[in-house]
C-alpha cells in the first residue's frame, strides 16, 4: 500500500494493497510504483521524500535489501529501484523499525523515552527506544526479537538458527505446528482440515478460529503458543527494560486474548525492576509502517 502522509503521521491519501512478495522484487515493485503514481494522480501535492517500509534487514545507506528471509530477497537494491520507477529520492527501512517509529511519534508510545515494539505477525520483530533515541545497532539489525532462542536444539527458523521465538510463536511456525500435530493425530486434526480445505493450507488464523468454536486441538496450539510468548517476551523486556512495551501485528488481531496472558507473564516473571513494565496494544494497526517510513524519509534523525 502507498499513501500520502502528512507532518502530523495522517494519511491524507492511499492507494494500493499491502504487498504480498511471492512474486519476487521485480513484481513487487512495479506493483508498489504503481500505487505510489496512483496516490498522486489529481494531487496537488508533492512529496518531499519518499519512504518505503519492508520486512527485511536493510542498510539504510544504500536503501538495499540485504537479506529477507521470510520473503526470499537477498541484496536487492530496493531504494535504487524505486527511485528509478517514481524519479524522485527513496529511503528503505525494516518495517518493524517504521512501526515502532510510528507508534512511537504518533502511536501508543507517544512521549515514552524508553520502549519497546514487539510486531507478531507472520514473523516477529520490533525495535527499542531508549533514552529517547531509536536503537541502531552495528549493521542496523538491532532488535531481531524473533530470533532470540526459545528451545535449545529447537525447531529449524527460517533463519540459520534452531529454537528461535519465531519458529514458535510467528504465525508460520504457529500454522507448521498444527500441521505437524495433525500428522501425528489426524482424528484429532479432522474438523481443522476441513475448516482450512486441506492441512497446508491451514494459518495461525485457522487454528484461531477453530480454538473459538472449542477444538481441542487448536486449544492445545494456542496454550502452548502463549508459553512461547510468555517466554520470549520476558527475556525482551529483561534486556530492554522499556517502560512501556506496545504489542502489534497480525496475531493480536486475531488473538487479542495474548495482551493479558503476556502481560501476566511480565509480572510474575521479569526481574523486579522491569516487571513494571506498562503493555500497551499498538493504535496505528497495518498502516504503521507506511506513517513511520513517511516519518524515516522526512527527517531521518527523526527530530
Ligand atoms: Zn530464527
Known amino acids: ?43 496537488s501535492e508533492r512529496p518531499v521524500a519518499v519512504g518505503v517500509a519492508v520486512a527485511a534487514q536493510v542498510d539504510p545507506r544504500t536503501g538495499t535489501v540485504v537479506h529477507a528471509p521470510n520473503l526470499g530477497w537477498r541484496d536487492v537494491p530496493l531504494a535504487r529501484r524505486v527511485e528509478e520507477e517514481l524519479g524522485m ?17 504518533y502511536g501508543a508510545g507517544r512521549g515514552a523515552r524508553d520502549l519497546f515494539c514487539l510486531f507478531l505477525g507472520t514473523g516477529i520483530g520490533g525495535s527499542a527506544v531508549v533514552g529517547g533515541r531509536l536503537l ?27 529454537g528461535c521465538f519465531e519458529a514458535y510463536a510467528g504465525g508460520w511456525a504457529i500454522a507448521e505446528r498444527a500441521q505437524e500435530a495433525i500428522r501425528a493425530d489426524p482424528i484429532a486434526g479432522k474438523s481443522l482440515v476441513e475448516r482450512a480445505g486441506s492441512p497446508q493450507a491451514i494459518t495461525a488464523q485457522t487454528v484461531f478460529h477453530a480454538y473459538r468454536t472449542g477444538d481441542p486441538l487448536a486449544g492445545r496450539i494456542v496454550r502452548e503458543t502463549e508459553r512461547f510468548l510468555a517466554d520470549g517476551v520476558i527475556s525482551i523486556v529483561n534486556a530492554f527494560n522499556p517502560s512501556v512495551l506496545i504489542l502489534g501485528g497480525g496475531l493480536l488481531s486475531g488473538m487479542p486474548e495474548f495482551v493479558p496472558v503476556v502481560e501476566s507473564a511480565i509480572r510474575a516473571r521479569c526481574q523486579p525492576p522491569a516487571a513494571g513494565a506498562h503493555v500497551l496494544v499498538a493504535r496505528l494497526g497495518e498502516n504503521a509502517p507506511l506513517v513511520g517510513a513517511a516519518k524515516f524519509a522526512r527527517a531521518p534523525n527523526l527530530g
Open 1 to 43: 500500500m502507498s499513501g500520502l502522509v502528512a507532518p502530523d503521521g495522517t494519511i491524507t491519501r492511499h492507494s494500493g494493497r499491502h504487498v504480498h512478495a511471492n512474486d519476487g522484487p521485480g513484481h513487487v515493485i512495479r506493483t508498489l510504483a504503481r500505487s505510489a503514481r496512483s496516490c498522486l494522480e489529481d494531487s
Open 89 to 105: 529520492p527513496v529511503v528503505v527501512i525494516n518495517d518493524a523499525r517504521a512501526a515502532t517509529i510510528a507508534e512511537w511519534k
Open 136 to 162: 541502531d545497532g552495528g549493521t542496523h539489525a538491532l532488535g531481531e526479537v524473533g530470533h532470540i532462542t526459545v528451545v535449545v536444539g529447537g525447531r529449524r527458523c527460517h533463519c540459520p538458527n534452531w
